[in-house]
């Protein structure tokens, strides 16, 4: 399914296909696995977790995502930002990216929210000058004061959160991929969140936004897209995504065939993002 677009993108899928390799038989380990590869004795199905899906999001521009899960959505924002390597297809990216794909992933429970201030910036590939720069601002939007001396394992689970995003937010960047970031904190942070990203918007970030919430969808998105079993269902409106969307979740099923299977082969994944 595509999409014909007549403004430059900043992020552009072309008939993007993702296959995930699933043994037919399991295989109760590294050593078992080894002999019967060798043997060639290994037979695989193919998992197609994405399915010619082409989609592109303008600069200055928040495009919403939404599906049940195992739709493919994470699939899809992984693919984006080159962990892993479309089967199928291409993607442009234009300019810098920053994916909120995990907040927090890189954080050390036995360090201080300090030290983890660093540890995460310098993961996001800011230097540690940038970060001493930014650090003040950072621990003030995470509204942590004294506790940013604290080990994070102190921390709730809120109090982390909102010190992941505030990190991953510090800097604007032309690209930004996030995966229910928006979840994190209470009321008031996620309200501090959306006016973040509305500001990223206005500067000309091209935001990619999953989300289940069809609330934020409509209230951050004026375009959004469907995705099912991997495939692209609807694009357009965002209202006219979530309306159809949520009509059609009421009417069916949870989908159970498009969660990847646990000993799927993954698709090359790259251990750093190119710029």
Request: glycine share 8%.
């Amino acid at each position: 399914m595509s999409e014909a677009v007549n403004y430059p993108s900043a992020v552009e899928l072309e008939s993007v296909s993702v296959r995930y390799r699933v043994p037919r038989e399991r295989v109760s380990g590294f050593k078992e696995y080894a002999i019967r590869w060798i043997q060639g004795r290994i037979e695989y199905i193919d998992f197609w977790a994405l399915k010619d899906v082409s989609l592109s999001v303008a600069p200055g521009e928040i495009f919403g995502l939404m599906g049940p899960n195992g739709a493919g959505k994470t699939t899809l924002l992984k693919t984006v930002a080159r962990v892993l390597e479309p089967t199928e297809g291409r993607v442009r990216v234009r300019g810098r990216m920053a994916p909120l794909l995990e907040l927090g992933a890189g954080f050390h429970p036995e360090l201080t929210g300090r030290e983890n201030v660093f540890l995460y910036g310098t993961l996001l590939g800011h230097t540690r000058r940038e970060m001493a720069a930014m650090f003040d601002e950072i621990v003030d939007y995470a509204g942590l004061g004294a506790f940013i001396d604290s080990p994070l394992r102190v921390y709730s689970t809120g109090m982390a959160s909102r010190l992941a995003f505030a990190v991953a937010t510090c800097q604007r960047a032309d690209v930004l991929l996030i995966d229910e970031a928006l979840a994190v904190g209470d009321a008031a942070f996620q309200e501090k969140c959306s006016e973040r990203l509305e500001s990223f918007r206005s500067e000309g970030s091209a935001i990619l936004f999953v989300s289940h919430y069809a609330d934020a969808v409509r209230r951050l998105c004026k375009r959004a897209a469907w995705l099912a079993r991997g495939e692209i269902r609807q694009v357009g409106s965002a209202d006219g995504v979530v309306d159809a969307y949520l009509s059609t979740e009421a009417g069916e099923a949870p989908a159970q065939d498009a969660q990847i299977p646990d000993n799927a082969s993954l698709p090359v994944a790259r251990a750093e993002i190119r710029k």
